[in-house]
């Protein structure tokens, strides 16, 4: 059985319950919320504002959720929600005590909202099974869906992310995979955008514009890996290798980096590459890069990338040099 599995539930009573064939069955597919992930300050303020947000609502219907697994999974929560938040008539009972009429009206209910919310099946993170299985992770994503829809100036708490594993069962046991997966909105990567979308505006504005920009990072390249006796003048060759890039993350971040994982002369594109991926990603584990950055356009000389890629360290260390 694969560690992980074993790993992610450190409660044995949660672990037997999914062990049992009753809850995954075989060819099933079931991803959820690692109990890790349970103890997540974001997770917890997230689940205070979603019952706090529905209980203003339905003030007035006089309905209180305590929990938002126990207090939804049936249909009747979500159809008094949807009728106070404006969705179209739910012609469905309001109340429904047998499974088959909550399996009836969770369906009837869920597809008023993927209509509302003009969703695909394929883009549907929940299910009227899931639903009625009191999926966590399911419920938060359709009520953050319907919240972003009928309450788009609702500040929902932003970043909450989740460790999740997928369990499947197969004709050779347990399968299982790990994953991060966002349920409210990732700022980081919209800031990240709207600094790509302000350097797609630089490279659209006056060329003297775009070559202050360039030399006010040439000059703060050359005044930290000048210490190492290098002399930077051009962004389109002289960081094509990761070289200079590499020094220069090192001088900023004190990483001490041995000769005998980077290539100081590479003397191909690949040894270029794999000088480029590697600043890559000590920037991202440093937190310092935060939008997809394609390598090779680095390799290539693309003035617009290997800029994006200055910037992130230039924006830290200028403000603290000031």
Request: aromatic letters at 6%; one cysteine or more; a negative charge.
């Amino acid at each position: 059985m694969d560690p992980d599995f074993l790993n992610a539930f450190t409660q044995p009573s949660t672990l037997d319950r999914f062990l049992t064939e009753d809850v995954i069955a075989k060819g099933e597919k079931r991803k959820l919320i690692k109990p890790t992930s349970s103890n997540n300050p974001k997770l917890k303020e997230l689940k205070l504002f979603l019952i706090e947000w529905i209980n203003r609502t339905l003030k007035e219907e006089h309905i209180v959720v305590k929990s938002l697994e126990e207090d939804l999974y049936d249909g009747l929560v979500l159809h008094h929600l949807l009728e106070n938040l404006g969705s179209p008539k739910l012609d469905v009972e309001k109340i429904a005590l047998t499974e088959k009429k909550q399996r009836k009206k969770l369906s009837a209910i869920l597809e008023v909202v993927a209509k509302c919310l003009q969703l695909e099946e394929s883009q549907l993170k929940w299910s009227v099974e899931s639903i009625l299985a009191k999926d966590l992770l399911s419920t938060l994503h359709l009520l953050v869906a319907i919240a972003k829809h009928f309450e788009p100036t609702l500040a929902l708490p932003p970043n909450v992310q989740v460790e999740t594993i997928t369990i499947e069962t197969t004709s050779g046991g347990l399968k299982t995979s790990n994953a991060v997966e966002y349920i409210t909105e990732n700022k980081k990567n919209i800031e990240a955008q709207s600094k790509d979308d302000a350097f797609d505006e630089l490279f659209g504005c006056d060329p003297d514009k775009l070559d202050a920009v360039k030399k006010a990072l040439l000059q703060f390249v050359d005044q930290h890996v000048g210490k190492l006796g290098l002399n930077v003048e051009d962004i389109e060759s002289q960081f094509s290798d990761g070289v200079i890039l590499l020094l220069l993350i090192g001088q900023l971040e004190g990483y001490f980096l041995n000769l005998r994982n980077f290539f100081l002369t590479p003397a191909s594109t690949m040894e270029m590459l794999q000088n480029v991926n590697l600043a890559l990603d000590l920037l991202a584990e440093g937190g310092l890069l935060n939008f997809p950055v394609n390598s090779e356009d680095i390799v290539n000389g693309d003035t617009k990338a290997i800029m994006r890629v200055l910037y992130c360290l230039y924006s830290k260390y200028r403000t603290k040099e000031a």
